[in-house]
C-alpha cells in the first residue's frame, strides 16, 4: 500500500455517547492501527484516528517536526470526540501507547485506556547523545514492520529519522514523569518477543500509575505491530469488554 494513503486519518461518526481515540506509532501509518479503529467504529463507537506530523508522507519530514506537534494533533482529535461522546477512550500502538498515556494524565475525563507494546522509556545509554548524533547522522535502520505473520507488512518509513527520535525521547520524558498522575482503568497489551520496545515498559508503567484496576494481556504470537499481526482479533475482543465494562 503507497505510504500517503496508509497515512490518511480515519474518522467514525455515530449517535454513540461513547468514542474511541486510536494512536499510531513512531514511523508507522494509520493504516498500523486502522484494523482495531475500524472494529471499534463497527460497534457503533465515534472514533478517530488521526495521522501525527511528519508521518505518511516521507521519513525527511519526521526531522522537521516537534514533539509537541504530535501532542496537538492528539488533542485537535480529542476536541473533534468531544463534540459528539461523552465517554471517551484512548487506544494506542508504541508511541501512539505514550500519546494515550499523555493524554491520560492531561485529561482525567478520559475513562480508560488501551495500550498495545507502548513504550515510555528508552534506557539505551546512546539515547543522551541523540542531539549531537541528530546533527551528523539524518537517519538510522528502520524499526518498522516488525511482525510476525509473514503475509503482512507494515505501511511505514524504511528509515528512522534520527532528529524525530530525539523528539520522541523528549515526548517520553514528559510521560514518563506524570504517569502517577493517571487513575483511570488500563490494559496493557504486550507481546512476548518484541523486537523494538523492551518488556521493562510494562513493569515500569503498571507500577508508577495510580489506577485501581490495571491488567496486563500478553500476546503469545505475535511481535510489536500487534495490531496487524496473528493476535489483533484477540485484542479486539478484549478492548470491546473493557469499553463495555468501563463505561
Do not use: C
Not at 465515534?46 to 488533542?75: C, F, M
Not at 521493562?200 to 500476546?219: A, I
Amino acid at each position: 500500500m503507497d505510504i500517503k494513503e496508509a497515512g490518511k486519518s480515519f474518522s467514525s461518526v455515530s449517535d454513540s455517547e461513547v468514542g474511541v481515540l486510536v494512536l499510531q506509532g513512531f514511523t508507522g501509518t494509520v493504516y498500523s492501527v486502522i484494523y482495531l479503529a475500524k472494529f471499534v467504529a463497527n460497534l457503533g463507537y465515534n472514533v478517530e484516528a488521526p495521522r501525527l506530523s511528519g508521518h505518511g508522507t516521507k521519513w525527511q519530514d519526521l526531522n522537521r517536526v516537534k514533539y509537541t506537534d504530535w501532542i496537538g494533533d492528539v488533542e485537535t482529535a480529542y476536541k473533534k470526540l468531544q463534540d459528539r461522546s461523552k465517554k471517551i477512550f484512548v487506544a494506542g500502538l508504541s508511541m501512539g501507547g505514550a500519546l494515550a498515556l499523555y493524554m491520560l494524565e492531561n485529561y482525567p475525563e478520559i475513562k480508560g485506556g488501551i495500550l498495545i507494546n507502548h513504550i515510555v522509556m528508552l534506557k539505551d545509554p546512546r539515547v543522551k547523545f541523540l542531539p549531537i548524533i541528530s546533527l551528523f547522522v539524518k537517519s538510522m535502520k528502520a524499526i518498522g514492520s516488525d511482525i510476525k505473520d509473514p503475509s503482512v507488512k507494515e505501511p511505514a518509513y524504511d528509515r528512522t529519522p534520527t532528529r524525530g527520535l530525539y523528539e520522541m525521547v523528549k515526548l517520553l520524558n514528559e510521560v514518563e514523569k506524570n504517569l502517577h498522575k493517571v487513575t483511570q482503568p488500563l490494559i496493557i497489551f504486550k507481546s512476548r518477543y518484541d523486537h523494538v520496545v523492551p518488556m521493562e515498559n510494562v513493569d515500569y508503567t503498571f507500577q508508577k500509575v495510580q489506577s485501581e484496576e490495571k491488567k496486563v494481556v500478553y500476546l503469545e504470537d505475535s511481535y510489536h505491530v500487534a495490531t496487524m499481526d496473528f493476535d489483533k482479533d484477540m485484542i479486539n475482543a478484549f478492548t470491546e469488554d473493557f469499553i463495555k465494562l468501563n463505561l
